[in-house]
């Protein structure tokens, strides 16, 4: 008995189904771990079986791809190589945000690449860097040592294995969606991927993308819907002042963590704006990170839990689609739309992506004359107060300014940068680890609350009607629960709307997407669409039904809503408010000399089409050296950033030699 047992123990094991069935439970279960952040991810199995069979699978299935292939344990490797690079990643991903790893996030490695220096020292980077080479040589190497399937390759009957997965495992999606044992929108992308597994998530996050098609979208219900939000709308008489609206990044009132005391309140300045002003929290579509979600919500209305999980419309619709938007909207009534972001502008492609939001001018931090910066290098948010104001001295119209901090942002280092020290201490943060990293963050809170009380002065001064509407983008990159807050939500921040000429208040808890609509309802604006229908639908049965509705028209869809043709066009985006210009140059000894306006550090000389290094004396003029200017030259001034994208370049210049 014992001998006939061995021999088919033996067959077995070298079933190719076999094969995949035991490791795509392996992976599974090491993949859990990763996503769990804790080996308490062994136990799915017997938590979620059902769901835990499932994902692993949805990993068979990759894995069966080995059938059609000659290499198939190479085949094998490299799948579960990929698979475990996934995990991993998601792994040190949510060591720094509380946002798990998508498909979407490939979308955004070269913002990636920028910030971390910031998250990771060079002995780090250095490692990892190494490390994937290492895989990679691994990978190459085995790819010519391992073995080669001897056998004759009955290529229909793979072919058919491989289908049969295919189609078991469409069949088990749909059946675990039609039980409502998964779903295929998330609205809460983190506990998604601890309920409904990591291989399903982030399949999800590579499959879909948009917004899927309502069952009930028609000409008829968009004309029905469009109906029920114009029906009784008249234009109020509205005061049309200055709208400023100023996220603020990873910005909250620490004094909402329980069970912490300060040397000294942090932000004394907002909570006395809270006091006395409109104010509620928002629920914001992120937490840690995800910047650029809360800004298209708050700009467009539109809801991020509509489209694809962890999906940035910003690096997807947004390429190549104008968009319905407060700034298009607010244009149409003699407005003059203004982005200001003291950070690069092509992070997250701000500088493609505000052209399709109707802006007129953008100005990133290459159009700033930036002298102060914190500890991890980024611009501290005082100079917005200079640039919001010079925003609105710049044009002779009403103005909408949508202003972008980055003073907060993380990483916030674990021990304390050389030559800092906090003024404001904390006692009681509930990670004790991470408690010099919350001192750092809590004072660069109170530089940031220091400039909100700057900008609300100065603003104070003008004489003409303004509204500032401040809000944090998410709260920040700190393992945060919702027990560890007094307001029991890690997706809510909070806003205030600040004005200078005794707006009545109203104190209201509001959805990113609904607060631009709130705003200008206070104020008798009711232009746009998207607009009308959370002033007049909010509440409603079908409130968010109908909004994903209308969303699908508007991107995706027939734009019936419009009659059929998307009225929104790309700006011509000027970038900086200040024009920057060249008025004169000279030659002297070796060098010459450029005069003008409005150069800074980011300024670069261009003659012939051929770059030339420069030195900035200051604003209004630039040094060459090695180089003397012939008659007829023509010179330009390119502005670009550290990762040398060209922004704006100048008139071409023609030097002509004196006489």
Request: aromatic share 12%.
């Amino acid at each position: 008995m014992k001998e006939k047992l061995k021999p088919f123990v033996k067959r077995k094991l070298q079933s190719e189904l076999l094969q995949i069935a035991l490791i795509g439970i392996i992976l599974n279960l090491i993949i859990e771990c990763l996503s769990r952040r804790s080996l308490m991810g062994v136990l799915t199995p017997f938590t979620n079986p059902i769901i835990f069979i499932y994902n692993a699978f949805i990993i068979m299935t990759t894995l069966s791809l080995a059938l059609l292939i000659k290499k198939k344990i190479f085949t094998y490797t490299l799948v579960s190589v990929l698979w475990l690079a996934c995990g991993i990643t998601d792994f040190v991903v949510l060591a720094a945000r509380k946002t798990p790893f998508t498909a979407m996030d490939l979308y955004l490695i070269k913002d990636a690449i920028k910030i971390i220096p910031i998250y990771m020292n060079t002995f780090q980077i250095g490692a990892t860097i190494l490390g994937i080479v290492l895989v990679i040589v691994a990978l190459v190497i085995w790819w010519f040592k391992s073995p080669i399937y001897k056998g004759k390759m009955n290529y229909f009957r793979s072919a058919a294995k491989f289908g049969i997965m295919a189609a078991g495992l469409t069949l088990a999606t749909n059946a675990l969606l039609l039980n409502s044992m998964l779903e295929d929108n998330f609205g809460n992308l983190g506990n998604a991927y601890k309920q409904y597994g990591f291989a399903y998530c982030f399949s999800c996050s590579v499959l879909s993308r948009g917004i899927s098609k309502p069952d009930n979208y028609s000409v008829e219900s968009i004309q029905q819907l469009k109906a029920q939000i114009e029906s009784n709308s008249t234009e109020k008489e509205n005061e049309q002042p200055n709208i400023i609206f100023l996220q603020l990044e990873s910005f909250m009132d620490p004094n909402l963590i329980k069970g912490v005391t300060f040397s000294e309140n942090p932000v004394p300045n907002f909570e006395e704006l809270i006091k006395n002003y409109s104010c509620g929290y928002l629920w914001v579509p992120c937490v840690g990170a995800g910047t650029a979600n809360t800004e298209f919500e708050v700009q467009t209305g539109m809801n991020i839990d509509d489209f694809g999980p962890g999906e940035y419309p910003y690096r997807t619709v947004m390429q190549s689609t104008a968009c319905e938007s407060t700034a298009y909207n607010l244009k149409k009534l003699g407005y003059t739309a203004e982005a200001i972001h003291n950070n690069d502008a092509t992070f997250y492609d701000r500088y493609k992506v505000f052209a399709n939001l109707g802006y007129d001018t953008f100005t990133s931090i290459e159009f700033m004359n930036v002298t102060e910066k914190t500890p991890t290098g980024w611009a501290k948010d005082k100079i917005l107060t200079s640039q919001i104001t010079q925003a609105l001295d710049s044009t002779q119209t009403k103005d909408y300014v949508y202003s972008i901090s980055v003073q907060g942002h993380g990483d916030y280092p674990s021990t304390f940068p050389a030559g800092f020290t906090p003024k404001i201490t904390a006692q009681g943060f509930f990670d004790l680890d991470a408690t010099q990293a919350f001192d750092y963050y809590i004072n660069q809170l109170n530089e940031m609350d220091t400039f909100i009380k700057e900008l609300t002065d100065e603003l104070s001064k003008r004489d003409e009607k303004t509204i500032l509407v401040l809000y944090g983008d998410h709260l920040p990159g700190f393992s945060f629960e919702n027990e560890n807050l007094k307001n029991a939500d890690i997706y809510q921040t909070q806003y205030v709307i600040w004005d200078n000429y005794g707006l009545p208040g109203r104190d209201l808890s509001l959805q990113a997407y609904q607060l631009s609509a709130h705003v200008l309802d206070k104020i008798g604006i009711t232009e746009g669409i998207v607009t009308k229908f959370h002033q007049k639908q909010m509440g409603t049965a079908n409130y968010l039904k109908d909004l994903k509705l209308l969303e699908y028209d508007l991107l995706y869809g027939d734009c019936d809503a419009y009659n059929g043709i998307n009225p929104f066009k790309p700006t011509i985006l000027q970038m900086g408010t200040n024009k920057i210009s060249v008025e004169k140059a000279y030659n002297y000894k070796d060098y010459f000399c450029i005069e003008g306006s409005n150069f800074n550090d980011f300024s670069v000389v261009m003659v012939n089409g051929k770059e030339y290094s420069t030195e900035v004396i200051n604003g209004d003029l630039l040094k060459v050296k090695d180089y003397n200017l012939k008659d007829s030259d023509i010179i330009y001034i390119i502005q670009r950033g550290e990762d040398k994208i060209e922004l704006s370049r100048t008139k071409g210049f023609l030097y002509k030699k004196s006489p």
